[in-house]
């Protein structure tokens, strides 16, 4: 295919990675993102080996792992202190596999700086997009404040779950949750190595997952969080912090010291997630990627791996496809299978870990939890949690990334030196 004018809308790790791809194979990008500077919003999240697979391949593997928090498993810990969630990634029986916990800006900082020290890549701060026209010199975005673009011949929609393509709605879900970043210091009562949540029933579920270390803050940190109803939230605003913190140790005694961190109510963004697949993620000169595609809530931690697998998967559907069409057709096939039986299992699990149902809960810690130590429900759990569950790697020509090689460079962050306890 010839040199193709691309257009990305939104510079998430979808657009970010998608624009990185392309680019190397000699597209010439324009990424759009409503944002006045370059950065991303909220704070820890997990890649996957399925994200760890395409940053392989995009060179930077070793740099996110440096400024993460490698996780061998998450454990989940009922109210009353039963272990009803352990996940190990050892589990998936890949040698040496992990996850990684990092901070939303650091994975942003390693992509972004890629795309700017890539050639053909031009990032477009300040583009709040709200359209698009397509005639036959190509497609062109509209744009709120501004007069429209010129014509692409390929436009991505990147932007996310909030999407201005998509008309249908939203399904945005009951429950969101308050996050933080918050610094992990030397005594902390958690494992450096492992996302911790703990459940009161559904109802109430608080995390706690090492996401290594931002340059520009130089120690390490956790991201905390606390699952709440949005209807919920106005009357947690009016509650005094104290009160607040008295119901999470409630469930959670060891969080005193992480909580007294916490000594301004701004350190909490509360974050929404929505339930939603776009019926047609393919049109004419346009394909949707990432959250804009498909997002689901977080409880999986599958969406940002999601994204970078879409952004793989196009950068090949245009490199095999004869015409864009055909491209197009390819990437979002050979991602379709993959998209659909994750938004189906995150569908079943979320409401065993976040809803007002008492039965559900009672399902999850009396019958699935003993089931989940035993052969073969202990791969599958570990598969789910990897993002491997379906296959997804081999048929966009990715394989698993070297665990060697990249515990070598894990070994090398400074959480074991510094003397986190390891689980
Ligand atoms: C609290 C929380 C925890 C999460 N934890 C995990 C996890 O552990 N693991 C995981 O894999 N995923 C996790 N996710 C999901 C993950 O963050 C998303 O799936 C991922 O960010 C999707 O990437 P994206 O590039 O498709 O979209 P986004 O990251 O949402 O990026 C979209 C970009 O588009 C821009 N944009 C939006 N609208 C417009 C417009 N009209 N014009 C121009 N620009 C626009 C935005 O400014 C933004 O920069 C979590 C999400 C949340 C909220």
């Not at 760890?52 to 996110?64: K, R």
């Not at 409401?351 to 007002?356: A, E, H, I, T, V």
């Not at 052969?375 to 491997?388: D, V």
């Amino acid at each position: 295919m010839d040199r193709l004018n691309v257009a990305i809308i939104g510079c998430g790790p979808a657009g970010l990675a998608a624009g990185l791809l392309l680019a190397r194979q000699g597209h010439a990008i324009a990424i759009f993102d409503q944002f006045a500077a370059p950065g991303p919003v909220g704070s820890g999240l997990m890649i996957q080996p399925t994200g760890l697979a395409v940053l392989a391949e995009l060179g930077l593997a070793e740099a996110v792992v440096l400024r993460g928090a490698r996780i061998d498993a998450l454990r989940g810990i009922e109210e009353h202190g039963a272990c009803v969630l352990d996940a190990p990634y050892a589990a998936l029986g890949l040698p040496g596999a992990f996850g990684l916990g990092i901070h939303r800006a650091s994975l942003f900082d390693v992509l972004h700086a890629a795309a700017l020290a890539q050639e053909g890549i031009a990032i477009h701060a300040g583009h709040a997009v709200t359209g698009s026209t397509c005639t036959h010199e190509g497609r062109r975005l509209t744009f709120t404040d501004r007069p429209p673009s010129a014509a692409f011949d390929l436009v991505v929609d990147a932007s996310g779950w909030r999407t201005g393509f998509d008309p249908a709605p939203k399904g945005v879900l009951p429950f969101g949750a308050l996050w933080a970043s918050l610094p992990f210091v030397p005594g902390d009562p958690f494992a450096g190595n492992l996302l911790e949540q703990r459940y009161r029933r559904a109802a109430q579920m608080a995390g706690v997952l090492p996401i290594g270390t931002r340059p520009e803050v130089g120690t390490q940190e956790v991201a905390f969080f606390w699952s709440l109803k949005a209807e919920d939230h106005a009357a947690w605003q009016a509650t005094p912090l104290a009160d607040w913190k008295a119901e999470v140790l409630r469930l959670w005694p060891a969080l005193e010291g992480l909580l007294a961190r916490i000594t301004d109510r701004r350190q909490l963004t509360f974050a929404r997630y929505a339930h939603r697949t776009h019926p047609r993620p393919v049109k004419e000169r346009m394909i949707a990627i990432g959250d804009a595609w498909h997002s689901a809530s977080p409880q999986l931690g599958q969406g940002a791996n999601m994204a970078l697998l879409d952004a793989w998967s196009l950068a090949r559907g245009l490199a095999e496809g004869r015409t864009l069409a055909e491209g197009l057709r390819l990437a979002a096939g050979w991602r379709r299978d993959h998209v659909w039986l994750y938004q189906w299992v995150t569908k079943l699990f979320t409401p065993l870990y976040q809803s007002d149902s008492r039965w559900l809960p009672a399902i999850r810690d009396r019958v699935l939890a003993p089931l989940s130590r035993h052969w073969p429900a202990r791969g599958i759990q570990a598969q789910l949690m990897s993002g491997l569950f379906g296959f997804p790697l081999a048929p966009l020509g990715l394989a698993p990334p070297d665990y060697e090689a990249l515990a070598e460079s894990a070994s090398r962050i400074s959480l074991a030196a510094s003397g986190l306890p390891q689980s």
